[in-house]
């Protein structure tokens, strides 16, 4: 039994230890297949150092301002005076031409030959005078105020006989229509007729007008009088109550009286009978027939009429201006009426005296004096129009003449001031065909040499290129839209090698977009000073200067979201069976830049892990694997 127990309990043990290796296996090697499933991450140092954030960049020195040389002439060069790099001043030799003549003299004798004859020609064949040959030789051309002052009058001569010919046209039709309208040996009433006609239509309507403005006046009397019965009623009122205060005055000093004797006699021996007792008790008793009666209805009366005399003091300032109005407006139709009855009046003996004219009109005999004063007025106006005609043609034929001379005069002096300045064109090439010469126009350096001795010159083309004196230089190179965003115009640029040259400057003058690559990058302009030629290449780096940094990552690991630029570094956490890394957000603000490292700001100590890449992507607080060396 002690046997058997034993070997039971060594098999027990052999199984644990067999499960626990198995486990132990099993785990490593889920382990293992975890850890290659993980995005593979390289890390680096966040380290302290230097960041130059400078561009830079090289670029061929170009001339800021240049002088093309060229000439006028097809000449061949004999010798070229000055080589490229020489310093000129104004007006010195560049080249030397051999003593030919041009191209240019040739055509321009050719053309100068072409020019006399067609001059020759256009006097033949205009059939110019001589004295405006003579004229245009000796240069006493007729001005162009003299030309205009000329034509004018003509012109203005031509307007006049026009208005002559037009009045005798329309006179002698005027007559014809005249002549048309009388008959032989008939006495044409026709006009006393029509001033019968005229001025009974005239009569009538004064006689009308005669009955409008009597409505008129009518109206406007009647209104007047609308106007003053209100007057009226108000004065009326006025002197009633002028008549009752006065008539309760009188009653009520009477009776006043009255009291006052009987009071009087009331205090003398033997008093007063019954009926005056009777008589003062009522006095100077309160109702009807006592003095306080008689005082009221007088204070009554004195209101009653004080309020007629403001009332008529109302209607009179109310209605003043209507009055006015009124009054006016009678006057005027007054006027109007009377003006009507004179003109009816006048009239009335106008047509008497019409009827009268015609009545002897029609008694009187025909007389034919009229016709034959008509017929002999048109037989002068048109003797008179025949000679107007003949004188409009005749200046007419003038003005046409006189511009025909004018145009032959102004082309032959066009003709004859390019004849002369061919002339001086011809000898001006003459004499440039010997002993001629290239001069520099401007005083500066020979930048470019674009013929040599044996060529010829082109015209148009340069033969030299000069920096003027004093002109700057330029160069530019491109750069990522990114890298400019970094500079400023004004940046003043160091050179690459600097020892290599004396007293330089480059500075940005201009950013601008690279027309070869639209949108991807920038096109810096610099200019340049000093003793530098172009053609010379230049390497400079431009930018913000050198500047240390406690934190600098490599850009790969700068990231960044909708929450802003970030890095993620490695934190090791310890396993049961190896150490985990899991990747941690923080978040950084970018200090400067250069094209590899970045100095930032954030909650780091110095000399953490910062992954740069990663085979998968990478999310902040998930597990990663650090690539073998990393």
Known sequence: MNENGKKKREWVKTAAIIFLSVMLVLTFFSNTIMNYSLPEVATQYVESGTITAKIRGSGTVESGNP????????????????????????????MYLEDAESTELKEAKTQLDSLKAEYDRAIVAADTSSSIVNKVENGNVTSTENKVAQIDAYNSRIDALENNIDAYNNR??????????????????????????NAQAELEKMTALVETSKGKL??????????????KVAEERLTACQTAADEAQANYTAMLNRQN????????????????????D????????????????????????????????????????DRANAMNAVNAAQVE??????????????????????????????????????????????????????EKEDVEKALTDLLAGFTKEVDLAALLTKIRDQEDLVKDLTEKSIGATITAPVAGTVTTLDIVAGESTTPGTPVAVLQPAGKGFSMSFSVTNEQAKRL???????????????DLKVTLANIKPDPSEPGQKKLLTFDVDGDVSAGQTLNVSVGQKSANYDLIVPNSAIREDNNGKFIL???????????????????????????????????????EFVITTSTKPVEAGKQVRLAEGG
């Open 67 to 94: 002088y093309n040389v060229e000439v006028t002439e097809s000449r061949k060069v004999s010798q070229v005076a000055v080589k490229v790099g020489d310093q000129v001043e104004k007006d010195d030799v560049l």
């Open 172 to 197: 002698i039709a005027e007559l014809d229509a005249e002549l048309g309208k009388i008959g032989e040996n008939v006495v044409d009433t026709s006009g006393e007729q029509q001033e019968v006609n």
């Open 218 to 231: 009518e109206a406007a009397q009647g209104v007047l009088e609308s106007v003053n019965s209100a007057v």
């Open 261 to 280: 004797s009987l009071t009087e006699k009331a205090g003398q021996e033997g008093g007063l009978t019954d009926d005056e007792q009777t008589e003062l």
């Open 282 to 321: 009522r006095l100077n008793g309160s109702e009807e027939g006592s003095v306080t009666a008689a005082s009221k209805a007088l204070a009554d009366a004195q209101t009653a009429l004080e309020s007629a005399n403001q009332d008529m003091a109302n209607v009179s300032a109310s209605i003043e201006a």
């Open 337 to 390: 009426y009377d003006n009507a009855l004179t003109a009816e009046e006048t009239w009335k003996a106008k047509v008497a005296d019409a009827q009268r004219n015609l009545a002897n009109k029609q008694a009187s005999t025909p007389d034919n004096s009229y016709r034959d004063a008509l017929n002999s007025e048109k037989a002068d106006l048109t003797l008179n129009l025949n000679k107007a005609n003949t």
């Open 488 to 502: 400023s115009v004004g940046d003043v640029a160091d050179l690459v090698n600097a020892w290599r040259y004396d």
């Open 569 to 607: 570094i490695v934190e090791s956490k310890p396993g049961p069976l190896n150490t985990r890394y899991i990747a941690t957000r923080v978040d950084v603000e970018v200090l400067a830049s250069d094209d590899t490292q970045s100095a930032i700001s954030a909650a780091l100590y110095g000399y």
